[in-house]
C-alpha cells in the first residue's frame, strides 16, 4: 500500500514538473525547433532513389465533398521524375503535406476538364515554383488545356508578380513560375505523349460523353506498367490501353448509392440536386464495370478511385464494393488517399504502403 502511495506521489510530482517545464519559453522553443526541422525534412526523397515504377493516389475524391481525401488525382514516379495525373482540389495539400520535392517535377497530365480533375492546378504551379522548381510547368492535356493553363495563369498573374517583388527574381522567377500548355493531337484513339527510351506516356481517347475530350494514359517504365483510366464509362479503349498492366486506377460510381441519394433528394425535394444525381449515373463506370474491365485486360492489381460517393465509413464501403467480390475476388484495392504501389524494375513484385503513414 505504502508502494502505491509513494508511487502516486512520484507520478504526481512528474506530471506538475512536465506541465511546468512546458510552460517555460527556452523549453517550448526548443521543442519547437526539434518540430520545425522534423516538418522541413524531406519525407519522400526515398520515393526518387531506387528504380521502380510507383504510383501515389494523391486523391482518391470526386466534386462531393469529404474530410481527409482530395479530389482526382494520381501521381506517377519514374525515372527520377513525378507526373501527376488531375490536379483535383485539395490534391496539393496532400503533395505538399508529403514533402513531394518540386525539382523532381516532370510533368502535369490533365484528362479532361472537369473542376474535379483540375481546382488545384494553380495552387500546384504556385506551390512547386515557390520551391524551387528549376523550369516551367509543362501541363499536357487534351484539345482545351490551352484555355485551362491561359484561366490559370490569369487568375494567379497578380500574386506571381507579388512574390517575384517581394522576394526577387534570383528566388521567384517570374519564367519558371509559367505554365505552358502542352495540347496533345490525338492519332486516331491515342498519342504518345512522352517517350525517352526508358519511360513511355500514351494518351488514349475514353467515353464521358457528353463531355468531349476525355482521356486516360498510359505508363511503360522498363517493363512494368500503371495505367490511370481518368473518367469515363466501361469502354474498349480503357481496356485495349490496360492490358497486362501492372496497376489499373480506374474511375467509379457506385450507382445503386448515388439513386439512394437521388431518392433522398426527391423526397426532400432539393430538386437540383436530384437532377444532377440522375445525370451524373449515365457517364461514369460502376465498381463491377471496372472489375470486369481489369479482368478482361488481365490488370495485375486494380485500384478504384474517383469514388461517387466516397465512403466515409466500413459499412459503406461493403455498400460501395457490393458484388465486385463475385467478379474479382483478388486484385481490388478501393482507393485512400496516400496509397503507393511500387513496382520495382526486373521483378514481378507490387509493394503497397501508405504516404499518410510516415
Ligand atoms: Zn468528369
Ligand atoms: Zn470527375
Known sequence: MKIILRLGVVIITLLIATSVLLRVPAVQDMMTSREIARRMSSISNDLFVDDALRAVLCGSAAPMPVAGRAAACVMVIAGGKFYIVDTGNRSNNNLALWRIPAKNVGAVLLTHFHSDHIGDLGEFNMMTWAQGRPSPLLVYGPKGVQQVVDGFSKAYALDSSYRTAHHGD?????????????????????????????????????????????????????????????????????????????????????????????????????????????????????????????????????????????????????????????????????????????????????????????
Open 170 to 358: 534570383a528566388y521567384l522567377n517570374p519564367d519558371k513560375g509559367r505554365m505552358i500548355a502542352k495540347e496533345v493531337a490525338l492519332n486516331g484513339s491515342s498519342a504518345t505523349v512522352l517517350d525517352d527510351g526508358s519511360l513511355k506516356i500514351t494518351m488514349f481517347a475514353v467515353d464521358h460523353a457528353p463531355i468531349s475530350p476525355a482521356v486516360g494514359y498510359r505508363f511503360d517504365y522498363k517493363g512494368r506498367s500503371v495505367v490511370v483510366s481518368g473518367d469515363t464509362i466501361k469502354t474498349a479503349p480503357v481496356m485495349r490501353f490496360s492490358k497486362d498492366a501492372d496497376v489499373l486506377f480506374h474511375e467509379s460510381l457506385a450507382p445503386h448509392m448515388v439513386k439512394q441519394m437521388e431518392a433522398t433528394a426527391h423526397a426532400t425535394k432539393n430538386g437540383q440536386l436530384e437532377k444532377i444525381m440522375f445525370d451524373i449515373q449515365d457517364y461514369h463506370s460502376s465498381p463491377i464495370e471496372a472489375a470486369e474491365i481489369a479482368n478482361k485486360a488481365n490488370v495485375k492489381e486494380l485500384v478504384l478511385y474517383h469514388l461517387v460517393p466516397t465512403p466515409p465509413n466500413r459499412i459503406a464501403e461493403w455498400v460501395f464494393m457490393r458484388g465486385v467480390n463475385a467478379v474479382r475476388a483478388n486484385g481490388v484495392l478501393l482507393g485512400v488517399d496516400g496509397l503507393t504501389i511500387s513496382l520495382p524494375i526486373g521483378s514481378t513484385e507490387v509493394v503497397h504502403g501508405n504516404m499518410n503513414d510516415r
